[in-house]
């Protein structure tokens, strides 16, 4: 059973664009919504996570929508940069039992164009 | 922020020998720690989750007589590949987390190539 559906698999945006990553789960014990980006060839780093109990949270150029009722997390990337070019992971996890660890998604590869 | 380092980030081992990559948690204590594989342009595969003083948890189809996980103490666990083969040269990525928190720093990676 797939857990974490991650769309599109790749992405190609121009710079200032809107860069939007998609995130479905089945799992309805997750309760922390992380966005990973990992650049290549080093580990994962945390770009912004969202708790069930908002409906969205920004920081900065990066803002995570979170609809419940669907199962669905989103990552909205404002003015995108050359910089962004990256993989992003939605990486969702639950408090306990088989959730408890994260559960990645297959991955977005996103190139900004300058 | 919180820092979680790896060590080596590059090795090149020679088929049959075995190889250790070590995670060290550098401002935390680490309760749990966490290691993943991953392939080129692939997601990250969990192998196994690593509890300080206790034996790992191992995630299905991962050989745990092959890769073995050492928690000795709260900053530092080791993951050492037995028995080397070409098939394991991957990238080998570990993971802290502080407490029963929800955040999970991630260190910088091991590129293992066995030859």
């Known amino acids: 059973q797939q857990q974490v559906k991650q769309s599109p698999q790749s992405l190609i945006v121009q710079k200032g664009g809107i860069s939007i990553i998609n995130c479905a789960y089945e799992?309805?014990?997750?309760?922390?919504f992380p966005w990973y980006q990992q650049f290549p060839g080093k580990g994962p780093a945390l770009l912004i996570a969202?708790?069930?109990?908002?409906s969205e949270k920004k920081e900065g150029r990066f803002t995570i929508s979170f609809n419940k009722s669907a199962k669905q997390f989103s990552l909205h990337i404002m003015d995108s940069q050359p910089g962004d070019s990256a993989t992003y992971f939605c990486a969702p996890k639950g408090p306990s039992g088989s959730a408890r660890q994260l559960t990645f998604g297959s991955g977005t590869q996103l190139t900004v164009l300058p | 922020g919180a820092v979680v380092s790896q060590h080596p980030s590059r090795v090149i081992c020679k088929s049959g020998t075995s190889v250790k990559i070590e995670c060290r948690s550098l401002d935390f204590q680490a309760t749990t720690m966490f290691w993943y594989r991953q392939f080129p342009k692939q997601s990250l595969m969990l192998m196994a989750t690593?509890?300080?003083?206790?034996?790992?948890?191992?995630e299905q189809g991962v050989e745990k007589d092959k890769f073995l996980i050492n928690h000795a103490s709260l900053t530092l666990s080791t993951l050492t590949v037995t028995s080397a083969h070409p098939e394991d040269s991957s990238f080998y990525i570990c993971?802290?987390?502080?407490?029963?928190?929800?955040?999970?720093?991630f260190g910088e990676g091991s590129w293992l190539t066995v030859v």
């Open positions: 969202i708790r069930p109990d908002v």
């Open positions: 993971s802290a987390r502080a407490g029963e928190g929800n955040t999970i720093y």
């Open positions: 690593s509890n300080e003083g206790s034996k790992a948890t191992y």
């Open positions: 799992n309805t014990a997750f309760d922390y």
